[in-house]
């Protein structure tokens, strides 16, 4: 994956840099050490790798806006950094860069439980907000899988999702209000603790805009009140395509189901062996959970069952209990984890409409065997995020390139039939040159002329979501 | 002047092209919110069409200038709606004419269920416009989860034809519910009726509307909570929810599908206001505010929608309340006020300078020439 070239004459300031760093930040903010920087090197996308010029911790929104204006004058590239989860490399730093990591920034500033609200600062980990308001029976809903460590910020910068977002929305759509530092240090606050902010929908904008139009220190964020209750049904068909009808039969009848999870046989067969979940061995499995009182759960599981028998599955197993809804569950929620003790994988997050999804997976299929890699598809069926996982060598040469040549065409059927080449990763750099093939040229350019006006000199996160080639003149003019 | 209506897209674009002065842009003009703008007035009524509907996907894909109900009787053959509830202006405003989707989307048009599924940006999958140099452009799609790229999406709902026309919109769509249950109480004073739609929403009951009116239809003030669902669902959370909120007082249940839908579309459409002298303010604050900012404005008359968090007032001519004073009152609380009808004030809230700038910044890439709506939305002159 190509980065910009660091700047020498950046990389030449460094101790300039931090000293004028530590009039603004205490000393233990700032990380210079080579053996401290390398922390930061890499997010979850561990396949690329590269230390930071320096590392710097600010604890609150003015130290936040001190640096940015601080890099601002000086020119250096900034990269936030939530807590380094993300898949897409949204989070990789080049030499010349200083990683702004708001791990510090943690704490719950305001709960409000008539108007619904919590309020956080931004580097406070998903599952912990939720864990602020539970006792008194809420939750935040957008849950993507790695919310126990991954942070607020990050969450809106990647618009985050989660299995539950059928029902809830992902992040967009349970973020209130943020305070976010501009590049060049102004502090800005839009939305808050009412609906629908008002002038143009910047908070909607700054929503997945994967950290480069400022840098968000607090969020206010909806809370639900807990359901009375969840419970999930299996279900099992010889057939992908009968599988694809059930999902739509559902929809269609008016359940809304919090979420619809789909598991084809490579996936099923790999979190057997891991994980002994007794899934039945077929084709393709649906995971359907509703929510409400015991009554409620009956009545809509019995409406799903019905659907699901009208087209013959080989299983349909109902739970009854808690136990059974977590044995239910544990192939699903271990299905990453099979599929990494089988070999390397690489995770994709392409979307597609749902009533392509036979044909998609045919396709993957055929696929499979012109790379000769292997592919288990797991994914949110209610709403066709597909995360099919390519398994590959790390060790053998050539395999990782082979791998994401793979990944390459899987995400151009995506567009191609319809969908996207991301649901809830993030472009970062990893999808950054498959672009073109989701957007026409204008369709980039207005984009990117969005970033020229909240960062007019292209210093936040400067080398991801746009390919190289189209952000070029812009990093080069803003020099 | 004859409006310019455009039948293709091709043809808007060059339309915008040509285009030397300013531009009034306009869906089915059933919403003139703001001070009226200059120039041509530029339709898209005559973009109309439902491009792909595909119900068990939930998503639909049409031309910006269809008319509203043909969107409403296609998904209604399905059993299914758009689940924002997006409010008709015309009886509130005076207006004649075809509300158009393209002008929901233009103006976020939201009803009483925003409180429960968002607003009509959170449902608005992907668009299509011609920008103010006549280029085509497209962001997101049509499918529910995509943050391929920025969120132009939600940039261009709500942005009043400021940024570009849209020519396309994909929308998420859902089921409509089987049953619904509406309790109601008489009597409550406002403070005490926004404590109690707290106590609703915060509860696992699902509300999808929540609302109060300081002068119901027979002319006393009603407080409303709406269930929706399967029949038995709605009927065992209406019963909890009576359980509930006992202590405010005694909640009767409607269940007619014909008076449940005419109560909420009473409130929707601001119905008490309608024909009557005065200003129509709509405020946007935290909804344990919304009775101490109403109280503290003499002489309004209120109804609160979203729990208390979205506020109607119907300010009297001469009661001496004016913009300044209306909206330091919201303000100092956090929240908005927009002027939807009179014209004793700019319509839309003055933006912190900060924000202001990056609002001109955008209007200025995606229009350089000013051609969409000159004025509109705050924009210095």
Known sequence: ?479 | MTALTPETEADLAELITQADGPLRIQGGGTRPIGAPTNGAVLSTSALTGIELYEPGALTLVVRAGTPLSAVEKALDAEGQRLAFEPMDHRRLLGTTGAPTIGGVVAANVSGPRRIQVGACRDHLLGVRFVDGQGQVLKNGGRVMKNVTGYDLVKLMAGSYGTLGVLTEVSLKVLPKSHATGVLLLEGLSDAQAVKALSAALGSPYEVTGAAHLQKGMDGAPVTMIRLEGFENSVAYRAGEMQKLLAGFGDFTVETDPERTRAGWHYIRDVVPFEGRAGDVWRLSVKPSDAPGIVAGLPGVEALYDWGGGLVWLLVADGSGLNATRIRAAVTARGGHATLIRGTSAEAFQPLAPAIAALQDGLRRKFDPRGLFNPGLMGQAA
């Open chain 1, 1 to 479: 994956m190509e980065m910009p070239k660091p700047d020498p004459k950046i990389m030449a300031r460094k101790a300039e840099l931090i000293s004028c760093l530590q009039a603004v930040l205490p000393a233990d903010a700032i990380i210079s050490e080579p053996s401290e920087t390398r922390v930061y090197e890499c997010d979850a996308l561990t396949a690329y790798k590269c230390p930071p010029l320096l590392a710097v911790l600010p604890a609150s929104t003015q130290e936040v806006s001190d640096v940015l204006r601080i890099c601002h004058d000086m020119g250096v590239p900034v990269v936030p950094r939530g807590s380094g989860t993300s898949l897409a490399g949204g989070a990789l730093p080049t030499a010349d860069s200083v990683i702004l990591g708001v791990a510090r920034l943690n704490e719950v500033l305001e709960t409000d439980y008539d108007n619904r609200f919590i309020r956080v600062q931004s580097g406070r980990t998903n599952l912990s907000v939720t864990g602020a308001v539970e006792t008194e029976g809420f939750f935040y809903a957008p849950d993507p899988s790695s919310q126990l460590a991954c942070a607020i910020a990050g969450n809106i910068a990647m618009n985050s999702g989660g299995a539950h977002c059928l029902k809830y929305g992902v992040t967009t759509n349970n973020l209130m209000g943020v305070t976010m530092v501009l590049m060049d240090g102004t502090v800005t606050e839009i939305g808050g603790a009412f609906l629908d902010a008002e002038g143009l929908d910047l908070l909607g904008l700054i929503c997945g805009s994967e950290g480069q139009l400022g840098v968000v220190t607090e969020a206010t964020l909806r809370i639900l009140r807990q359901p009375e209750g969840a419970r999930p049904v299996l279900i099992g068909f010889d057939d992908i395509v009968v599988a694809g009808a059930c999902v739509a039969d559902i929809i269609k009848a008016g359940v809304l189901p919090v979420a619809i999870e789909f598991m084809d046989r490579p996936c099923i067969r790999a979190t057997e062996a891991f994980a002994g979940a007794g899934y039945p061995d077929c084709e393709a499995l649906l995971i359907v959970e509703v929510e409400g009182s015991d009554a409620e759960i009956d009545e809509q599981l019995e409406t799903i069952m019905q659907i699901a028998r009208s087209h013959n599955p080989v299983e349909l197993r109902e739970s009854n209990s808690a136990e059974e809804s977590a044995k239910i569950w544990l192939g699903r929620k271990s299905a990453f984890g099979a599929m990494g003790q089988i070999n390397d994988y690489m995770c994709l997050d392409g979307t597609i409409p749902v009533s392509q999804l036979p044909y998609v997976l045919k396709r993957i299929g055929e696929m499979s065997k012109e790379y000769g890699l292997d592919v288990g598809n797991v994914f949110h069926a209610g709403d066709g995020n597909m995360h099919p996982l390519i398994l590959f060598d790390a060790n053998k040469p050539g395999d990782l390139e082979l791998c994401e040549a793979f990944g390459a065409d899987i995400l151009r059927l995506c567009v191609e039939v319809g969908g996207c080449l991301t649901g809830e990763h993030g472009v970062g750099i990893e999808k950054r040159d498959l672009m073109h093939d989701q957007y026409a040229p204008g369709d980039l350019d207005i984009q990117m002329a969005v970033k020229d006006v909240f960062d007019p000199k292209w210093l936040l996160n400067p080398a991801k979501v746009f390919p190289l080639a189209a952000s070029d003149t812009r990093r080069i003019a803003a020099e």
